[in-house]
């Protein structure tokens, strides 16, 4: 009897932390973010002419197949006297006309059986790219959320289209309709009614003109409710681009990001430890963050030139900074890699793996780091400048995918 006793109370144990290790794996799933699996978004903060800048146009032109593009535009979120104002949408084509686009379509309802019929949807079907115009984004969710157009959007990605927006069209691209209120004020709180977007990123919440008009710590608000989200501000004049799992910042201002993690650019650290968790910290132009690991991105969709350890063997030692007798740079191989440290003083920081792009080259798979090293005449290694990259061999590093 007793053996028995003990044979049930360890299958219990054993069933115990199963289920224990199962609800860890499920809140590990529902806590990622994922995106469009193909396609591209273009997710933007808003502000005066859409906060769109040249920049921004010209990746949304060019990712959309440029001359041959063919555009189709929603400004559903428009209220009722922009669209009798004109309600041919002139002026939207000849600001779309501008950009260079040719063939232009628009489509607007806001009857949910017209949203949901085979004519409506037809400018969808060969649509290399949708807009989503600002304006409220409740009136998308009512007029598209579940129907034939919504299919038709998630399609458009399937495809390898681009689906961009800003404001109103940045919030509804979301799982969770940031600020969705139906009534005229109710839109101004983070959390409101409806609260479903689109959802062409998961488990995701973006908010819009979000330091310009300090919506910074409203975020804070909608996580207390909903931790699972990752919450995502993007202020006015910038935007970010999606594709698969990771985006990429472009425009003029910064991105807020808010997952329950403090991370510096200083030494590439993200702090995830308690204080992390009513923070956010901000992105600029050229930034990468990835979605499902909710971490910043930087330089891992590099090819990594391998070298022999004979080879690293000659980059190995301590280089003064600035002719500084306090602060220096540790260049050592641990286990065949080479790694980068940070000595000042008494204070020595953790090395970090660096890997080979060319001769004399090296850089960071983490953060923005890149070690251009540099020779005497004989050819012996006498130190290294710290950059950051733009460009590489004259070709951009935007829009890389990152290699799953």
Known sequence: MEILIKLSLAILLISFISCQNSIKETNKSKSQSIGPKNGTLLIGGGGKNDGMTDQMWNVF??????????????????????????????????????????????????????????????????????WLTGGRQWRMADAYLNTKTHKELLEVLNRNGIIGGASAGASIQGSYLARGGRDLNGNYSIISNPEVG???VTNTAFDQHHLYRNRQYDMFTLLEERPELLGIGIDEDTAIIVQGN?????????????????????FNEIDTLETGRNKFYVLKNGDKYNLKERRVQRNKFLTTNDISLDDKQEYVGN??????????????????????????????????????????????????????????????????DKKTHQFIDGLSQSFNKVVE
């Not at 990712?63 to 009722?80: K, M, N, Q, R, Y």
């Open 319 to 384: 280089f003064l900074f600035e002719k500084s007798k306090v602060f220096w740079n540790n260049i050592l191989i641990e286990n065949d890699t080479m790694k980068f440290q940070i000595v000042r003083r008494n204070i020595v920081r953790d090395p970090i793996p660096i890997y080979a792009y060319e001769k004399d080259v090296f850089y960071d798979t983490d953060a923005e780091l890149w070690f251009h090293f540099k020779r005497d005449s004989l050819g012996n290694i006498i130190g290294f």
């Open 246 to 266: 990771e985006f990429e910042v472009i425009g003029n201002k910064y991105v807020a990001i808010y997952d329950h993690t403090f991370w510096s650019p200083y």
């Open 198 to 200: 689109f959802g062409f």
């Open 61 to 130: 032109y060019d990712l959309a197949g440029g001359e041959s593009a063919t555009l189709v535009v929603i400004p559903t979120a428009f209220d009722e006297n922009s669209i009798n104002y004109d309600p041919e949408f002139k002026i939207l084509e000849r600001k779309f006309k501008s950009i260079g686009f040719k063939d232009i379509q628009f489509i607007h309802t806001r009857d949910r059986i017209i949203a949901n019929s085979d004519e409506f949807v037809k400018p969808l079907k060969t649509a290399t790219a949708v």
